[in-house]
């Protein structure tokens, strides 16, 4: 399964690939680990400011609230 080459260096994933929250992980299916990783927020945001977003970032542009 392919996946997105940033998800090593990703501070939304490594923070919350283990959640079981089942947006997060909804998330994580179709964006980090499938068909929509180039959409991805987080990573046109890396590319505009040289900087990786804030961990709770999501990939849609939302920020998660706890
Ligand atoms: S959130 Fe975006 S940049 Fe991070 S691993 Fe997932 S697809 Fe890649």
Do not use: S, W
Not at 3 to 15: A, S, T, Y
Not at 36 to 55: A, F, Q, S, T, W
């Amino acid at each position: 399964m392919e996946e997105c080459d940033l998800l090593q260096k990703c501070g939304f994933f490594k923070k919350y690939h283990q959640t079981k929250d089942l947006a997060c992980k909804g998330f994580m299916k179709i964006y980090c680990k499938g068909p929509k990783m180039n959409d991805c927020k987080r990573k046109k945001y890396r590319i505009e400011h040289g900087l990786p977003p804030v961990d709770d970032m999501l990939p849609t542009g939302q920020m998660i609230k706890i």
